[in-house]
């Protein structure tokens, strides 16, 4: 009895673990700020220990500016560079601010170089200052070098901690020097072999190096896939050859084939999901840099633009409406189910459009296949205009009395949805070919031609038909 008893707790511990996921739990949270508001320090610290970096991060970017504030000077010496490194940048800027120079020079002594150099780069110079300040010299020098570097960069997401070794060494040498290095990565999956002229020419795996025997070289046990990355390259090219070719880790080099650092996947990694996370707030009109924590005031500032865009074209659509406007007096019906064309458009675009934002992005569209997506996207709208015009010629005659209304609401819901599929497919396409971000501007222009086009052939159809 007792053991079933045990086994039902066990049961609903999981259940509930289960229910709760990875979210904070709003006990120990609540238990947190307590320790805040009492001054308790040793407390804080207590109920902190157990939980991960990215988890303080979420904390910190959770609770209000005031809460965070004491949070961060209570907590003090505690605060480490891990955790700055997950911090939102809206809010890393805001942290680094409250800590103590002793403070912030603990937190980021004992990060790699690439996580020192995000750290700061974002920064203002005040701040990018005390942070170097706080780096022993031949850090610093790395640093600087890589923020001298392109913005969004290889050379500003790579490490300059390598582990290298001669491509004729032996397996036996390359372990021997490991184990005797004190200045190796905290952590990294291949050792980069490298020819007199420093140029990288293959990765080991440490799984390879730590299976061979002593004597075996390590020429011999090289990953047969091997990439190397320019220093100048787009970091979004860089996260796409990592998804690519499920790459570990790839060596970084400069114009002459030199070896300068390393990318890790969990960098590669972030960038594509960064870039997955624009894609998605673009597509909406929202500003890729937007966050949670962000201001109202900046948030605005974001928004009103593409608000203004959705202005002009709502103001396009009402001008083709304004055309019909003695159709629309004499047959009241058309008012009522003008809307319905013109919103089964916009949804049937947006379905298209985000199919094809997607694929360009991870480079499956392209002019090879385009004409293909094209005609099936063409065909789709069609076998769904035609779908939803069955049921909507019904609608229009039960609802009305008119088979010829019901007529026209079919033939104008084919047309919009065979004219949005198209273009929610041609628009970004012809939008990244001029230079244009397709998921930043498409979704107002196709919003414009489903609107345009579905107004246009339902009013137009009926003053041919019905008047």
Known sequence: MAHESEAAAE?????????????????????????????????????????????????????????????????????????????????REEVIGILTPQVLAE????????????????LDAPQQEAILDALPESERAAVEQSLAYPEFSAG???????????????????????????????????????????????????????????????????EESFHTIPVAQYEGEVAYAFNQYHLISAPVVDENDRLVGQITIDDAMAVLDEENEEDILRLAGVDGESRLSDKVVDTVKRRIPWLAVNLVTAVMASLVIAQFEAAIAEVVALAVLMPIVASMGGNAGTQSLTVAVRALATKDLTGSNLWRVIRREGAVGLINGVAFAVIMGI???????????????????VINLVIAGLAGIIIPVVLEKVGVDPALASGAFVTTVTDVVGFFAFLGLAVVVLL
């Open 11 to 91: 049961e609903d511990a999981l259940e509930e673990a289960r229910d709760e996921g990875y979210d904070l739990d709003r006990k120990a949270v609540a238990r947190i700020l307590y320790a805040v508001d009492t001054d308790d320090r040793e407390q804080l610290v207590a109920l902190m220990e157990p939980l991960h970096p990215a988890d303080i991060a979420d904390l910190l970017e959770q609770v209000n500016a005031y809460d965070r504030m004491r949070l961060v000077r209570l907590y003090g010496h505690e605060m480490d560079g891990d955790i700055l490194s997950e911090l939102d940048e809206a809010l």
């Open 156 to 222: 500003r997401l790579m490490q300059r901690e390598v582990v290298m070794a001669p491509e004729h060494w032996s397996v036996g040498e390359a372990i021997d020097f490991l184990r005797s290095s004190k200045s190796l990565p905290e952590q990294f999956y291949h050792i980069v072999l490298v020819d007199p002229r420093l140029r990288p020419v293959g990765n080991v795996t440490l799984g390879r190096l730590m299976s061979s025997k002593r004597d075996v070289t390590l020429k011999s046990i090289q």
């Open 107 to 122: 937190a980021i002594r004992e990060l790699d170089s690439d996580d020192v150099v995000d750290l700061i780069e974002d």
């Open 395 to 413: 609608v229009g005659i039960i609802w009305f009395g008119s088979p010829a209304l019901g007529g026209v609401i079919a033939s104008a819901m």
